[in-house]
């Protein structure tokens, strides 16, 4: 695990009590994710907020609509999601970020088309694993990090 994820999720609150319960969640949804995966959610439980990013990372399993296993079952029904890939956020900016259990990549799928190029296998994956969006999700930004080249700041014409 990557040594930004084990700092921000140092505190106890993110510890997951009973691991079992993930491997629970697994079985249920018919999946069997890599094992970067299956380790972080049998180690942790969130939900997950990011410094870098807008999406909120549900936990995997819980009483809510909002959590990984309810979340991935809405997609199944109503957007005929493959069973290979799980649901990992709630709606943001009408785009979610999805796994995939068989090639371990992470997408940002718009349902503007980008639910039918990913059930079409043509989307592109954001992250090419798992690892690397969590390493992305959890480090913080630096102050190298300012958009100041990418968006330089208007100067006054004087």
């Not at 870098?52 to 005929?80: K, M, W, Y």
């Amino acid at each position: 695990m990557h040594p930004n994820v084990e700092h921000a999720l140092a505190d106890s609150i993110f510890h997951r009590k009973d691991p079992a319960e993930a491997d629970a969640v697994f079985q249920r949804l018919g999946v069997k994710p890599k094992s970067e995966f299956k380790e972080f959610y049998r180690r942790y439980e969130g939900a997950f907020t990011s410094e870098v990013s807008g999406f909120e990372l549900c936990d995997l399993a819980g009483p809510n609509e909002f959590s990984i296993e309810s979340l991935t079952r809405q997609c199944r029904e109503h957007h005929s999601f493959p069973d290979r890939y799980l649901a990992l956020t709630d709606l943001c900016g009408g785009a979610i970020l999805v796994y995939d259990c068989e090639s371990d990549a992470v997408f940002n799928v718009d349902f503007e088309g980008g639910s039918d190029q990913l059930r079409a296998g043509k989307l592109a994956p954001h992250w090419p694993s798992f690892d690397d969006f969590l390493e992305e999700y959890f480090t913080p930004p630096s102050d190298d990090d300012e958009m100041s080249e990418e968006y330089p700041i208007p100067q006054p014409h004087w």
